[in-house]
C-alpha cells in the first residue's frame, strides 16, 4: 500500500516568511497529489491539486512542486500570515482507478506575529 | 460552491446504542462520497466509499456490520455507528468530490462521544 510521510514535527515560522512542508511517498506514483488545509475540530479544506506532468502549481500564496522521481511534493506558503496556522494535509489517489484518497499524517504550521 | 454538511456537529450516547449520522451535499449531485475516522492528533482513515444506489465499499478491517452505510439519495448518505462502544469515540467527517473532479469537499465533522 502507498506510505505517505509529512513531518510531524510542527513547523515554526515567523510571520513574513515563507512556510515549506515536505511530502514523500513511496511505491507507486500516483496521477495527482492533492494538498488540504484542516483547522482544530474541523473538516479538512482542499487547497491544490497537481497532475503527475506539471512541475509546479501556484494559487495566490501557495505553490506545489510534485517531483516524480524523488517521489516528493512541496508545498509552500509565501508571506506568510497568523492566519495560515492550521494543519496542512497531502493526498494521494490509488494506483487502480477512483477517487479515493490517502492521506498523510500532516504536518502543523504555526505562524507567529 | 461544492458545500457539504454533516448533522449532528456533536453526539454523546450511551454504550450499547446506535447513532446515526448524516452527510449532505448541499449544491451539488454526490454519487460517491466518503466516510473518514480522525482520532486526537491523528490523520484522517478512510473507513468506507459510499456509493449511490448501491452497497458500500469498506475499507479493511473496518466492520460493515457495525458501520452501517446508506446512500439513498444524490445528496445524502448515512453512516450508523451500531452498538457503540466507548472505543468508537472519535470525530467522523464525510467528503464527496463533485462529478467529474478529483478534489473532495469535507463536512465539517461529527464528534462522537459514547459513555
Known amino acids: 500500500s502507498q506510505k505517505i510521510e509529512q513531518n510531524s514535527e510542527a513547523l515554526n515560522i515567523q510571520e513574513g516568511k515563507t512556510a515549506t512542508l515536505t511530502c514523500n511517498y513511496t511505491n507507486y506514483s500516483p496521477a495527482y497529489l492533492q494538498w488540504y488545509r484542516q483547522d482544530p475540530g474541523r473538516g479538512p479544506v482542499f487547497l491544490l491539486l497537481i497532475r503527475e506532468n506539471e512541475k509546479e502549481k501556484r494559487k495566490e500564496r501557495l505553490k506545489v512542486t510534485f517531483d516524480t522521481t524523488l517521489k516528493q511534493s512541496l508545498f509552500h506558503i509565501t508571506a506568510s500570515q497568523p492566519a495560515d496556522s492550521a494543519t496542512y494535509l497531502c493526498?494521494?489517489?490509488?494506483?487502480?482507478?477512483?477517487?479515493?484518497?490517502?492521506f498523510g499524517g500532516g504536518t502543523r504550521v504555526l505562524v507567529k506575529p | 460552491g461544492a458545500v457539504v454538511s454533516q448533522h449532528p456537529s456533536w453526539v454523546i450516547c450511551k454504550s450499547g446504542t446506535s447513532v446515526k449520522i448524516e452527510c449532505r451535499s448541499l449544491d451539488f449531485q454526490a454519487t460517491t462520497m466518503f466516510w473518514y475516522r480522525q482520532f486526537p492528533k491523528q490523520s484522517l482513515m478512510l473507513m468506507a466509499t459510499s456509493n449511490e444506489g448501491s452497497k458500500a465499499t469498506y475499507e479493511q478491517g473496518v466492520e460493515k456490520d457495525k458501520f452501517l452505510i446508506n446512500h439513498a439519495s444524490l445528496t445524502l448518505s448515512t453512516l450508523t455507528v451500531t452498538s457503540a462502544h466507548p472505543e468508537d469515540s472519535s470525530f467522523y467527517i464525510c467528503?464527496?468530490?463533485?462529478?467529474?473532479?478529483?478534489?473532495?469537499?469535507f463536512g465539517p465533522g461529527t464528534r462522537l462521544t459514547v459513555t
Open positions: 493526498a494521494l489517489p490509488p494506483p487502480a482507478a477512483g477517487n479515493k484518497l490517502t
Open positions: 467528503s464527496a468530490p463533485p462529478a467529474g473532479t478529483y478534489e473532495q469537499y
